[in-house]
Nanobody, 118 residues
């Protein structure tokens, strides 16, 4: 089992910055992937950014150049630095831990609300 503890989020004006953090606790393996997803009202959950233990990253096109994901393998934490925020970034952001078994197993945090005002 893996528990994900998120922090960060809140209300910010357009153009501002926020930082989300997530700590993974439990049955952690260095080869597993971590990342952030988001879900806006009335929309499906979508990938924001992911990172492997080797540091390989993947971003949603809409956040490239504005968001940066990083990972501390020793502390099993992942951070999403969000800059130049836009109102369309408003959503509940969920931390994800993907255990790379066959099939993969996803663990989710409870979510943290990010609201960007115009």
């Amino acid at each position: 089992q893996v528990q994900l503890v998120e922090s960060g989020g809140g209300l910010v004006q357009a153009g501002g910055s926020l930082r989300l953090s997530c700590a993974a606790i439990g049955s952690i393996f260095s080869g597993d992937a971590m990342g952030w997803y988001r879900q806006a009202p009335g929309k499906q959950r979508e990938l924001v950014a992911t990172i492997t233990s080797a540091g390989s990253t993947n971003y949603n096109d809409s956040v490239k150049g504005r968001f940066a994901i990083s990972r501390d393998n020793a502390r099993n934490t992942v951070v999403l630095q969000m800059n130049s925020l836009k109102p369309e970034d408003t959503a509940v952001y969920y931390c994800n831990y993907k255990k790379l078994t066959r099939p993969p197993i996803d663990y989710w945090g409870k979510g943290t609300l990010v609201t960007v005002s115009s």
